[in-house]
């Protein structure tokens, strides 16, 4: 069925690295741009960062600009977010969701995972 | 960056009423080009991810209830309940995609049974 199925959370110190990777399958994967939004315990949601489709744009917002990269493998249907020199700020669950529409992207989420959890304290 | 406002904080609606959610945008989220008012609204329970409900501020997603409705234009927007059900206890979020890329989550209100 269509789905995402994000991996690669854990507990991690502070100034220390980690990946996340999102899963997809049921859609044509290649053909949307994705995002990671975040949600720190008891808080609200952050959108993070999107990936054109194809790979060829990508944003961030501007608390994690610097510090963390989206990328993408259309063979494999997996989305990834590498995130360096974590903050104990970053701590949250992080989603990765696809964009309503394959092109242009709109920035609204249609499909979200079901999230992993990045923990960042010493 | 535009800043998304929900009112109440939190709301308890009998089964059966009506639940009204309000949410304002710092700046209008009206694209005059196309007419459309570039908001979304998501739906959160407990312990699962968002659920897109309404987009362009009117347009349900398939599936949704037709117990859930968006309305409003430029800066003040509202998601009613029609009809209360026990499985709508959830915290709702709007969002503006408007200005892109720094797109914004409103702060949630949390939907209660009373």
């Known amino acids: 069925q269509v789905q995402l199925v994000e991996s690669g959370g854990g507990v991690v110190q502070p100034g220390r690295s980690l990946r996340l990777s999102c899963a997809a399958s049921?859609?044509?994967?290649?053909?949307?741009?994705m995002h990671w939004v975040r949600q720190a315990p008891g808080k609200g949601l952050e959108w993070v960062a999107v990936?054109?489709?194809?790979?060829?744009?990508?944003y961030y917002a501007d608390s994690v600009k610097g510090r963390f990269t989206i990328s993408r493998d259309n063979s494999k249907n997996t989305l990834y977010l590498q995130m360096n020199s974590l903050r104990a700020e970053d701590t949250a669950v992080y989603y990765c969701?696809?964009?309503?529409?394959?092109?242009?992207?709109?920035?609204?989420?249609?499909?979200w995972g079901r999230g992993t959890l990045v923990t960042v304290s010493s | 960056d535009i800043v998304m406002t929900q009112s109440p904080d939190s709301l308890a609606v009998s089964l059966g009423e009506r639940a009204t959610i309000n949410c304002k945008s710092s700046?209008?989220?009206?694209?005059?080009?196309?007419?459309?008012?570039?908001l979304a609204w998501y739906q959160q329970k407990p312990g699962q991810p968002p659920k897109l409900l309404i987009y362009?501020?009117?347009t349900r997603e398939s599936g949704v209830p037709d117990r859930f409705s968006g309305s409003g234009s430029g800066t003040d927007f509202t998601l009613t309940i029609s009809s209360l059900q026990a499985e709508d206890v959830a915290v709702y979020y709007c969002?503006?995609?408007?200005?892109?890329?720094?797109?914004?989550f409103g702060p949630g209100t949390k939907v209660d049974i009373k």
């Open positions: 969701a696809r964009d309503s529409q394959t092109t242009p992207a709109l920035w609204y989420f249609d499909l």
């Open positions: 049921g859609f044509t994967f290649s053909s949307y741009g």
């Open positions: 990936i054109w489709y194809d790979g060829s744009n990508k």
């Open positions: 700046q209008s989220v009206l694209y005059s080009s196309n007419n459309k008012n570039y």
């Open positions: 362009w501020a009117s």
């Open positions: 969002q503006q995609y408007y200005s892109t890329p720094q797109v914004t």
